[in-house]
């Protein structure tokens, strides 16, 4: 990625020749692949470093093509879910692939990320990023409707984030293996509570859901405070388990 002097970032694929910098405009690729990593570049009179960028800068730079799980949220579900090196995990929707990065980070280098998309133009960002973190190799994307596609047998967990998760339990639980866990993922208060009822209904043990609020600091010599621009409400995360 490039940061600029104010600490704005900008994702990019180090290749030759002119190479198109979402938000920045065109950059000399044959200069940039010349450089490595912590030296300067400089790009119509503004300067750059060159870095790396970490799970924690690809989600930020992220295009929204749809609304994403921030990484407050995100980080929690693999621990939920238990969720490690080696899990079979499947997701829907994939939107802009926010999660599906935070999935493949945990499940990596031996797990497996099964995605499944209704929109080509969602997967297709979800797929520059997921190209960019280098965990590739983990994912299986599914052009598919989560509700009706013959999903993988016996997984470790599934998640769904999409506007009706109730439509997709009955596949869901389907797919789970004995003592996998689901999470769900639901913006409004409302569909919280047809969630849960559905989640009890499908035979689902250890049903709970909580939201995260997450305040920043902000730290001045002689002013501590907590900041003015809180990220407020984003979503709720209800749990459960097969057994
Ligand atoms: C809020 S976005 C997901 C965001 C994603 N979790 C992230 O963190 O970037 C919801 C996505 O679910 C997809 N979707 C809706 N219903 C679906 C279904 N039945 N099967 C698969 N995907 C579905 C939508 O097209 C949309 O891209």
């Given at each position: 990625m490039l940061v600029d002097e104010g600490g704005r970032k900008f994702p990019v694929v180090a290749k030759k020749g002119m190479t198109e910098v979402r938000r920045l405009g065109v950059i000399d690729g044959d200069k940039l692949c010349r450089l490595s990593l912590g030296d300067r570049l400089d790009v119509g009179g503004r300067r750059f470093v060159v870095l790396r960028p970490s799970l924690n800068d690809l989600l930020s730079m992220i295009e929204r093509k749809a609304q994403i799980i921030t990484a407050k949220d995100s980080f929690l579900i693999p621990l939920h879910l238990d969720i490690a090196c080696g899990s079979r995990v499947v997701e829907a929707g994939v939107g802009s692939g926010a999660l599906t990065l935070v999935l493949l980070k945990a499940v990596s280098p031996e797990g497996r990320v099964f995605s499944y998309e209704l929109r080509a133009d969602h997967a297709d960002v979800a797929r520059r990023y997921v190209e960019m973190s280098?965990?590739?190799?983990c994912w299986e994307p599914h052009l598919g409707d989560v509700c009706t596609e013959d999903l993988p047998k016996d997984v470790d967990a599934v998640v769904l984030d999409m506007p009706t998760p109730w439509d997709a339990l009955a596949n869901a639980v389907k797919a789970l293996r004995a003592g996998g866990h689901i999470c769900c993922y639901v913006p409004n208060a409302n569909q919280l509570e047809q969630l849960v009822n559905a989640m009890r209904g499908s035979g689902l043990t250890e049903v709970y859901s909580f939201e995260t609020i997450q305040r920043e600091m902000v730290v001045h010599e002689g002013g501590v405070r907590p900041s003015f621009e809180n990220l407020g409400h984003t979503g709720y995360l209800a749990f459960g388990r097969k057994v």
């Open positions: 280098g965990d590739g190799a």
